[in-house]
């Protein structure tokens, strides 16, 4: 019995990421802390790249939120396929 495995899909390419206005932004995110009672607020872009920080985030392990998003986008990417 040959053991069927499924083809690897290639990648989604989402295009290269928009730009965004640092400036514009920090506003946007300082209302979004205010308004869900966050204590802090990590803004990155679908690289991974962190472009916003605002509050408390000392006490956020930025290693381990990065691999639980990083699966959790992954399996996104398939289930819209």
Request: proline share 6%; aromatic share 2%.
């Amino acid at each position: 019995m040959v053991e069927e495995r499924p083809e690897a899909q290639p990648e989604i390419d989402l295009g290269p990421v928009p730009p965004i206005d640092i400036n514009k932004i920090h506003s946007l995110v300082d209302d979004l802390m205010r308004d869900v009672g966050a204590m802090c607020v990590i803004l990155a872009d679908r690289t991974g790249r962190v472009m916003i920080e605002r509050g408390a985030t000392g006490y956020i392990d930025r290693e381990k939120l990065s691999v639980i998003l990083g699966h959790y986008l992954r399996v996104q990417r398939i289930l819209a396929r």
